[in-house]
């Protein structure tokens, strides 16, 4: 007997540059499992028209990506903590009863990425400064908090956006202003952008790094290019980097695992596979 093919697949609009078919397909074939991953186009006005139709067609869930990401928390019937906690979600999944759960993995999928280079650092060994007040932000900054780390610095070229932030997950928040950022790493543990500043095209984010110990990690979410001037800069003053791939591999994992009944291993295969894709 041959097992039901298992459909799964990420939603989002424009979805054609989505990198989530190709590593999803990467373990689907290592796997050798009977299933697809199928990337789709959904407009704003279709999303609870399609979210009601996945589940009927025999899909077990899917990512969700822009501009969905918030829209989601609404239309599920349950809400992980920790993806009520960044106010949105990128992973559905479909319960046999017809039940939709939100949850969001990037935050963990953040974290795993630094534990798979720096396996020593943890959130709890001193203050961590991000870069960006954005969704990536506030889903790094939920995952740094839950982790224990003792105070976040947040600093954005839009003050305001980092003020929200503080008003949102309270004390442990310090927001510095944009030009000062230079200034408050001496003691930093871990400093991360989650701007796109540094992607191909784009300016790079120039942060005066003279202050930086050798022990602070460094770490992008940008991956393209795998290295960003920050992470060479960083690197030249003999800190740890970590670049931003395997943030993307990560948060895909506990889809695939829940979707697919497989715990997919993160390693230089696929980093391999999605760079080539
Ligand atoms: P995401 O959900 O991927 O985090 P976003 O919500 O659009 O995307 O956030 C992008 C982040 O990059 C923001 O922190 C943004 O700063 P602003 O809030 O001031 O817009 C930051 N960013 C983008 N371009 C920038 C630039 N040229 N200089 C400084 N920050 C920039």
Redesign the pocket.
Known sequence: MTDKVKLAGVIGQPIAHSRSPHLHGHWLKRYGISGHYIPMEVAQSDLKSVLETLPKMGFQGVNVT?PH?EAVLELADSVTDRAALIGAANTLTFTADGRIQADNTDGVGFLANIQDYVPEWSAKSGPCVV????????AIIAALSQAGAPLIRVT???RA??DALKDHFGAKIEVVD?VQAGNVLDDASLLVN????GMQG??A?RVPLDGLRPETVVTD?VYTPLETELLRTAKAAGCRTVDGLGMLLHQAAPGFERWFGTAPEVDMDLRKAVLAS
Not at 131 to 138: E, Q
Not at 194 to 197: N, R
């Open positions: 822009l990401k870069f960006g007040a954005g969704g990536a932000s506030r954005n070229r839009t956006r980092s944009w989650t701007t796109s500043l784009k300016s984010l979410i």
